[in-house]
Antibody, heavy 120, light 109 residues
Framework: EVQLVESGGGLVKSGGSLRLSCAAS????????MLWVRQAPGKGLEWVSS????????YYRAPLEGRFTISRDNSKNSLYLQMGGLRAEDTAVYYC?????????????WGRGTLVTVSS | IVMTQSPLSLPVTPGEPASISCRSS???????????LDWYVQKPGQSPQLLIY???IRASGVPDRFSGSGSGTDFTLEISRVEAEDVGVYYC????????FGHGTNVEI
């Protein structure tokens, strides 16, 4: 089955760190650009970071660069998001998503998300 | 690129048509002729799912009552005859410069 499954979310204190994981299955993971998208409680969707298939190109939402690090391990079909210096405003459900192809930049596959709660 | 949707809330009646507008702060029309505009729906308790990509192409399995149109900075998602299962929050998203979403339109019966 083609799917993405996130894990690693939880409750963390302000200033703390957390590492999210996304396990991919059912497709050739290394061929796809992958993204993290987050959704604060009751709010809309916000792109966080992206990484291409061979990890040559990493991009971040401007305010997050320096605190968040995206990575992947194609041998394990896994995507990661290392988050540091966490703040209350980072509280959100974090989704991993797959870019359909470089021609469309469409996100055609989403995981169910993992909730990160940052307490003060 | 800033994405602006309207309305933010849309009461609908089953069997009736519905329409959502999306406007971008910059043209999403690429020199290759593609408009990098997608539509997603997030049904209650679920993750977002793709409906329409490149402005007008229905994703696999999406009913033909959904259609997308528009070019440049103005786009529209139309549902020809709303069904109860269409309830959810609809987002437009631009993929021309990274990814930016509209604030969402809450479609409710």
């Amino acid at each position: 089955e083609v799917q993405l499954v996130e894990s690693g979310g939880g409750l963390v204190k302000s200033g703390g760190s957390l590492r999210l994981s996304c396990a991919a299955s059912g497709f050739t993971f290394s061929s796809y650009t992958m993204l993290w998208v987050r959704q604060a409680p009751g709010k809309g969707l916000e792109w966080v970071s992206s990484i291409n298939g061979n990890s040559a190109y990493l991009y971040y939402r401007a305010p997050l660069e320096g605190r968040f690090t995206i990575s992947r391990d194609n041998s394990k079909n896994s995507l990661y998001l290392q988050m540091g210096g966490l703040r209350a405003e980072d509280t959100a459900v974090y989704y991993c998503a797959r870019e359909k192809d470089s021609d469309s930049h469409t996100l055609d596959l989403w995981g169910r998300g993992t909730l990160v709660t940052v307490s003060s | 690129i800033v994405m602006t949707q309207s309305p933010l809330s849309l009461p609908v009646t089953p069997g009736e048509p519905a329409s959502i507008s999306c406007r971008s702060s910059q043209s999403l029309l690429h020199i290759n002729g593609n408009n990098y505009l997608d539509w997603y729906v997030q049904k209650p308790g679920q993750s977002p799912q793709l409906l329409i990509y490149l402005g007008f192409i229905r994703a696999s399995g999406v009913p033909d009552r959904f259609s997308g149109s528009g070019s440049g900075t103005d786009f529209t998602l139309e549902i020809s005859r709303v069904e109860a299962e269409d309830v959810g929050v609809y987002y437009c998203m631009q993929g021309l410069q990274f990814w930016t979403f509209g604030h969402g339109t809450n479609v409710e019966i």
